[in-house]
């Protein structure tokens, strides 16, 4: 059975991954969600307004309260500077199962800080939640992700073609990443605990 500790603090060389605050929605804007490059990734469209992003950081604030509820902002350890977002979603109780998503903002890309974070969170979630199996997929055109959930240790299982509808009303084709808790703690047996004033 999976436990849950909600958002706690991680850190890892480079990055300090902690909760979002209210006050980061404009840095959100600025560094991720107004962005095509980052958004075209994803399946929300760009965000046009800040308006939005304060809407979707508050939405995120307040479901904190909950354990379950895993979302981290990715921050630069030295300048303390938002650069993106990770997450663990849709658990489920039957399996234990889960997905994980995450953007950083461009002018961060191809720095190794989102196979950094990605590496952290897959550590919370097999060694400390008891997660047994995270999953994610990524459009065949963004390979860059693909390449991260490999690096990270996830194994492509399949390709599902037109898996998602993007904002700009194209279908696209998505391959699907695995890693099972068992795989990941045989082969990350002496892996560093990434959690700050972990209770
Ligand atoms: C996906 C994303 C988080 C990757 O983060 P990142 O910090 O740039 O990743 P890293 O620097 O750790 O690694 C990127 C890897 O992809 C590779 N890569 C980048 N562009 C590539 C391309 N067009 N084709 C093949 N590989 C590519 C890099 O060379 C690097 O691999 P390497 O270390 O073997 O050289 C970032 O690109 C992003 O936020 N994209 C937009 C949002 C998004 O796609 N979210 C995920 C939705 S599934």
Redesign the pocket.
């Known amino acids: 059975m999976s436990t849950y500790f909600g958002t706690p603090p991680i850190e890892t060389d480079r990055l300090i991954l902690r909760k979002f605050e209210l006050s980061d929605a404009q840095t959100v804007f600025d560094h991720?969600l107004s962005d095509e490059?980052?958004s075209d990734?994803?399946i929300s469209p760009a965000h046009q307004t800040v308006s939005e992003t304060i809407e979707r950081v508050t939405k995120i604030v307040s479901e904190y309260k909950s354990e379950e509820f895993c979302y981290w902002a990715i921050t630069l350890k030295e300048s303390g500077e938002l650069i993106?977002e990770i997450d663990l979603y849709d658990f489920d109780q039957a399996t234990d199962n889960c997905q994980v998503?995450?953007?950083?903002?461009f002018q961060?890309?191809?720095?190794?800080?989102?196979?950094?974070a990605l590496r952290a969170v897959l550590e919370i979630g097999f060694r400390h939640m008891n997660l047994h199996k995270i999953s994610?997929?990524?459009?065949t055109g963004?390979?860059?992700?693909g390449?991260?959930m490999s690096?990270a240790g996830m194994l492509q299982e399949g390709i599902i073609r037109d898996m998602i509808r993007n904002a700009k009303n194209q279908y696209k084709d998505c391959a699907i990443y695995g890693i099972l808790q068992e795989d990941y703690l045989k082969k990350n047996a002496n892996a560093q605990t990434y959690i700050l004033n972990f209770i």
């Open positions: 991720w490059r980052v990734n994803r993106g998503g995450y953007s950083l903002g961060w890309w191809n720095q190794g800080y989102g196979t950094e994610a997929s990524h459009n963004n390979p860059a992700s390449r991260i690096k």
